[in-house]
Structures are given as C-alpha cells and as structure tokens.
C-alpha cells in the first residue's frame, strides 16, 4: 500500500521550505559579498550578451556596401581601394524626382544613370501581396483616397503611379510592381538593393525573408533596413548573415515628419494630439536617440546606419567608423551636398535625384 496523501502532502511542504530556505541563504550570501550596485550591472551585462546579435560577415558587408573610404586613412591607400568596388549613392526609391518613386523604370534609369544600388520601400496589399510603395495611402501618387492595406494588387493593376509626377508623360501607365518582380529585375541589372521595411508590421518582415530563400544571390546585393530596432532583431534572428542598417531621424516616434527647409526647420506635425502622450512620445525620442548612437549596433549586429544628413556630423562619422559602422546620409539632393558627402566624407547618400539640377548651394 502506497503512501497516504497526509503523509505525500507534509513531505511538499517539507520540500518547500528547504528550498525556499536555500534560496533565501544564497541570496542573503549574495548581498552580503556583492552589493546592489553591483549585482544589477552585472546581470544587465550577461543579459546584454544573452541577446547580442553578431554583425555580418566582413565580406558579405563589402559585397554590398563596398569598400569603405576613410578620409583620415593613408592617402595611397584610399586611391587603391577607390579602383576597387565603392558604393557612392543609392538612388532613393529610386530616384523618385527622375522617374515614378518605387517602379520599375526608376529603377532601369537609375542603372542608366550609372547608379548601383536603389532603396525601395516594402507594403502589403489586402490579399498579403508584397509590393512596393511608400505611403499608405494612394492619395499622392494615384489621387486615389484608398489605403494601400485596403485594396487587393488586382485592384492596384489598374491604377498609374506616374499620375501626379512632373514627368507623367513619359511614365504614363506605370504600375505598382510586385517585390519579387523589382528584386528580379535589380539582380538582372546587377544592383544592390536596400529593402526598407516601413510599417512596423511582421507579416511584411516575412514577406521579404521568403525572398531570400527564392532568391539565394539576393544575400549577396541586399540591405534590409528600417527605422524600427525590432524588426531589425528578428530579421537578424531569422538569417544572421544578411546586412542590415537601421535608420534615424530626429522626432521620429514624436513627429510625423521631419523637413530640412529653412523656412520651417525641424520635425513638426505631432503623432500624438493628446499632451500627455505626445511629452511620453518625446521622452521615448530622447532614449531612441541615446540608444542608436550609444547601443543598437552592438546589440543588433548593424552594418550600417541611415542618419539625416542634417545630423550627420564628421565627428559622428568616425565614431561610427571606429565602431566598424557605415555611415549613410539621407537625403542628399543638392550637388554641394553630394560632393561634400561623397568626397569630404566619403560616406554613401541616398538621393531623391541623379540629375545634377542645382551647381550651387545656394537655395
């Protein structure tokens, strides 16, 4: 006859109190010989180290950022790096001021223009289709009042993104493409590509690793980047190898935009009506900025990161050079800034145009 349940009852309780009481020792033992001070960092410390993403491999980054210019390095040494592959510009959804942003002809202008490499943004249609397109809604480009989300790709077939576009006329009939027809074509006119996940949405995150796997060179030519940490952390979770760049701004999470004009200056527009969340919304803006320049590429394993070129300082420059980060501007358009970026600092831009519009920096 087994034991009774008295009996099996008083011997968990019994059990219990000796772990509890062990655990309460150790604890005790703990704080006696190392104080709170010093436990905490610590256990941040392996915390930080539990969840660490490695960086890419140097030769994969190089394979799509190219060589890395540094201004400060020996002279004879840059110019013979210089003749090997260097990745000046990124035309910026394309050169969208060229050509219709995110299309495919922006794309083949871009490469005629002797462009290597085009960003393009990442949506979602009703029906799960992976297209390229910015906005979430059609208002701008097709003066459609519909959001993006809420159509199927059937329904976007048949509208014209060249619409609005100063240079409609020799774009008439564009057509919203679909990812994987914008990646085929890329690879065939041997581009790199930076795929920038917009919305802070996984089913989009998904959408883009699956192209990894249809497209084995695609690891090779392409950056994933977005303003969101998150997704950067578990796309890096998914493929570690793959180059990934996070992009800033200031007033992100506080502000719906951010202009570099003169006349207005600053980001502007609050997300958050209400003032108790919009100061929240500020407050969270302060510890984002402290984190991209003081944490996330240790943590995510970046390659690269996108700055405003507003804030984008020589100084910053080579603190991220030190640190094996590339630095991008974004976005260069006038010609002084293209040569200041490009020569002085020799850092990539993105640029909303390839055309040389403007000789001077006076606007």
């Given at each position: 006859m087994g034991p009774s349940l008295k009996i099996v009852l008083l011997s968990c309780v019994a059990g219990s109190l000796y772990l509890y009481g062990s655990l309460l020792i150790l604890v005790d033992t703990l704080l006696?010989?190392?104080p709170l001070p010093v436990i905490f960092p610590l256990l941040l410390l392996l915390l930080v180290y539990g969840i660490r993403l490695q960086p890419s491999p140097d030769y994969l980054v190089e394979?799509?950022?190219?060589?890395?210019?540094?201004?400060?390095?020996d002279e004879d040494k840059n110019e013979e790096t210089s003749h090997e592959f260097?990745?000046?510009?990124?035309?910026?959804r394309g050169a969208g001021y060229d050509a219709p942003e995110n299309s495919i002809s922006s794309f083949q202008l871009a490469h005629e223009h002797g462009c290597m490499a085009v960003?393009?943004?990442v949506a979602l249609t009703a029906d799960g289709v992976p297209v390229l397109f910015h906005d979430k809604s059609l208002l701008r480009m097709c003066e459609v009042d519909k959001k993006i989300s809420e159509m199927t790709f059937e329904d976007l077939e048949?509208?014209?993104i060249s619409t609005t576009h100063p240079l409609s006329r020799s774009f008439a009939g564009e057509q919203i493409p679909q990812l994987d027809e914008a990646i085929e074509e890329c690879l065939k006119l041997d581009m790199r590509v930076f795929i920038d996940l917009k919305d802070n949405d996984t089913r989009t995150l998904i959408a883009v690793l699956?192209?990894?796997e249809k497209y084995p060179d695609l690891q090779a030519r392409a950056v994933i980047t977005s303003f969101y940490p998150n997704l950067i952390f578990w796309v890096k979770r998914a493929v570690p190898s793959v180059v990934c760049a996070l992009s800033w701004r200031p007033g992100l999470i506080a502000y719906e935009d951010y202009t570099y004009s003169r006349s207005v200056g600053g980001?502007?527009?609050?997300r958050y009506p209400v003032f108790w969340q919009h100061a929240l919304a500020v407050i969270a803006d302060v510890i984002h900025q402290w984190c991209f320049f003081n944490v996330y590429d240790f943590l995510l394993g970046i390659s690269a990161v996108i700055v405003h070129k507003d804030c984008l300082s020589p100084d910053q420059v080579r603190q991220w050079r030190k640190r094996g980060v590339r630095?991008?501007?974004?976005?260069?358009?006038l010609a002084c800034e293209k040569e200041y970026f490009s020569k002085a600092l020799h850092v990539t831009y993105m640029t909303d145009t390839l055309r040389e519009l403007h000789n001077s920096c006076i606007i």
């Open positions: 006696s010989s190392l394979s799509v950022l190219g060589k890395d210019l540094d201004p400060e390095a260097y990745l000046d510009r990124v035309a910026h960003e393009f943004d048949i509208l014209d699956k192209m990894f980001p502007y527009r609050r630095a991008i501007a974004w976005p260069v358009n």
